[in-house]
């Protein structure tokens, strides 16, 4: 690995050379990219990097508390947890269309990142997790002057910040992203998730959302999830989570009628997420994940299975 460990040391010098002794804020957003970037960053000017992670309440099941264990405790960087749920949930009260609910979060989190990143003194430099693909990407659609690209894919920043870019996985594709972050030391786990949509359980709950209905949903979502590693599934499907309809149907547990939701269990193969086929997971494994979220989750009462591929479906249900 004499490549991997010479980029590290190359962009550790680069970084302390560009930096000087100013600050960096960066937004931390649990995803591989940005952690990578985040660790990277660290290595080279430690507390001088000010990461900024924001709890929008549509986060999986208890993703402030990993963040905060992970890159918080044990690479102790300097990590602001902002606890935003209530803000985002009264946003989107009663809202149902997935573009809207996607500009609402997309602006609530631009506007807080906004926020937060004044009350850091003296930053002149902005991290982002950017890799070579989203350069690529936002060269075809709109020219190189819209690179930037926040952490949460909202699609940039507002003008009014003026800080100097910071992105030091420019040139990496996914696959190096992922082998820079093992040798920096972060767990093969966090380094091999699944990708998350930055609009998060916002366009999992379908239709509208609220606090009872994201509960109910990263519960199913961490069962289906655990037992994906469990059975060692989880790297050999590209993209799995749980789907939370707004439809309720009848069930029976013990001598009593329940009428509950309905949750669709969906995971995805795929190379490049514009074409996918549904994993073809085993009958047995469904199985106990179905009995587990029925049995467990209070609020589902029935668990579906998608069996659609990617067109003319997509992967999100939203
Ligand atoms: P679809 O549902 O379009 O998803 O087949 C393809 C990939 O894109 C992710 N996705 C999003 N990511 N903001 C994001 O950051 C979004 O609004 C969004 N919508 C879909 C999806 O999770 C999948 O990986």
Not at 155 to 177: A, C, H, N, Q, Y
Not at 190 to 217: C, N, Q, S, T
């Amino acid at each position: 690995n004499w490549k991997l460990t010479n980029y590290i040391e190359k962009t550790v010098a680069e970084i302390k050379e560009k930096v000087g002794d100013n600050k960096v804020i960066l937004g931390l957003s649990g995803g591989v990219d940005s952690s990578v970037a985040a660790v990277l960053i660290h290595k080279a000017i430690g507390d001088q990097l000010n990461c900024i992670f924001v709890d929008t309440g549509l986060l999986r099941k208890d993703e402030d508390k990993k963040v905060m264990e992970n890159y918080g405790k044990h690479f102790q960087m300097n990590i602001k947890l902002v606890e935003a749920s209530e803000r985002f949930l009264s946003k989107l009260a009663g809202v149902g269309d997935p573009e809207e609910k996607r500009k609402i979060i997309g602006n609530e989190f631009v506007h807080l990142f906004d926020e937060e990143s004044k009350k850091i003194e003296g930053a002149k430099f902005l991290a982002q997790g950017t890799i070579y693909p989203d350069v690529i990407e936002s060269q075809s659609v709109k020219g190189p002057s819209a690179v930037i690209k926040s952490h949460h894919n909202v699609g940039g920043l507002p003008e009014e910040m003026e800080f100097e870019l910071l992105e030091p996985l420019r040139e990496l594709f996914k696959d190096e992203v992922r082998k820079v972050g093992e040798e920096l030391g972060i767990p093969h786990e966090l380094v091999y998730r699944h990708p998350f949509p930055g609009p998060g359980l916002g366009i999992r709950v379908l239709g509208e959302v609220d606090a009872e209905k994201v509960r109910i949903l990263q519960e199913a979502d961490d069962i289906f999830i655990e037992e994906l590693y469990k059975n060692d599934l989880y790297e050999k499907v590209s993209q799995a989570f749980v789907v939370l309809l707004p439809v309720k149907s009848v069930g029976v547990m013990g001598d009593e009628r329940t009428y509950e939701y309905t949750a669709v269990v969906r995971s995805a193969n795929t190379i490049d997420f514009m074409t996918a086929t549904w994993s073809r997971l085993p009958y047995e494994f469904l199985d106990t994940v179905s009995s587990r979220i029925i049995n467990e989750v209070r609020g589902i009462n029935r668990v579906a299975y998608d069996i659609s591929s990617k067109p003319p479906a997509t992967i999100e249900w939203e």
